[in-house]
């Protein structure tokens, strides 16, 4: 069971700390594997292999803007967030998690199948999305027989492909938390103020520019309940919604997201009350017969 939570928009240090207290929840056992899923106001987020070159907009600019930096522990390099953007948090448990062989996920394993769970959103709207070898994320405009691919390795001579989805996940003792950021409505001029990911030669796009009916696009809401319905056909497991974070919190103190216990079923009675206990006449009568010869 993965539980699911949609929180609109909400600050990037209220979700980071939110990111926290429930991976030291989910470390501990007191929560079951859990998603959260919600927008940020505009921010920039710096992880463990960014480089600030890639940052091209002044702190002037920034600021004007009301756009805020963050540096923080997850892999890859510099990414925005804002408005009309879906932003997942999985705070999921490697350990609880296996692939199709059994053997338990590893933190790879677990972005591929975080990119196969977008794919197929993807696929939703009409759009063709796919992988590209060495960049992490979820991207179209891909060749047709690389699309959905495993790994699609365009020819370097030609630059391919439109990001629609970045990925970056930071892993501790087993537990899984950041996670991705899927263009749905963003504003892509604001990714004029960095190199996205560090990458210059392939662009950024979204949902709605690339979706085949782009005026029927569900709101994000939405959009999460549709997420989530595909984090559970990749992962194999139910998603059950969470109403709000309160309801969260409740069972954060609770433990109802635990299963109850069984209760312990009463000692049985010897003899049952179905097991005779004198043998009946009608039996008693087959036994003495059974090895009589029968006439023909």
């Not at 972005?111 to 796919?130: D, Q, T, W, Y």
């Not at 206990?277 to 009568?285: A, K, S, Y």
Request: with cysteine.
């Amino acid at each position: 069971m993965i539980q699911y939570l949609y929180l609109g928009r909400m600050d990037y240090v209220e979700a980071l700390g939110l990111q926290d207290e429930l991976v030291a929840l989910r470390t501990a056992g007191r929560i079951g594997n859990t998603l959260l899923l919600l927008e940020h106001p505009p921010v920039l987020t710096l992880g463990r292999n960014a480089k600030r070159a890639n940052i091209l907009a002044s702190d002037e600019l920034l600021a004007a803007r009301g756009v805020t930096i963050h540096e923080i522990n997850r892999g890859g390099d510099v990414t925005y967030h804002g408005p009309g953007q879906l932003i997942g948090y999985p705070i999921f448990d490697l350990r609880s998690l296996h692939n199709t062989s059994g053997s338990r996920l590893g933190p790879v394993d677990f972005v591929r199948l975080m990119e196969e769970a977008l794919i197929r959103l993807c696929a939703e709207f009409g759009v063709r999305a796919g992988r590209i070898c060495g960049l992490t994320g979820v991207w179209c405009g891909l060749p047709a027989e690389h699309s959905g691919a495993a790994c699609a390795a365009a020819p370097k001579t030609v630059m391919q492909g439109r990001k629609l989805c970045a990925i970056g996940i930071h892993v501790a003792r087993g537990v899984v938390s950041h996670g991705f950021a899927f263009n749905v409505t963003t504003d892509l001029a604001d990714f004029s103020l960095i190199n996205p990911c560090g990458i210059t030669d392939r662009p950024v796009t979204s949902l709605m520019r690339e979706a085949a009916h782009p005026g029927v696009l569900p709101n994000l809401a939405s959009l999460a309940a549709m997420t989530a319905r595909q984090f559970g056909f990749v992962f194999h497991e139910q998603m059950q919604p969470v109403e709000s974070l309160a309801a969260l919190r409740a069972r954060m103190q609770t433990g109802a997201e635990s299963e109850p216990e069984a209760p312990e079923s009463p000692a049985p009675e010897f003899p049952a009350e179905d097991t005779p206990l004198i043998v009946p006449p009608e039996i008693e009568r087959l036994r003495r017969t059974k090895d009589r010869p029968v006439s023909a």
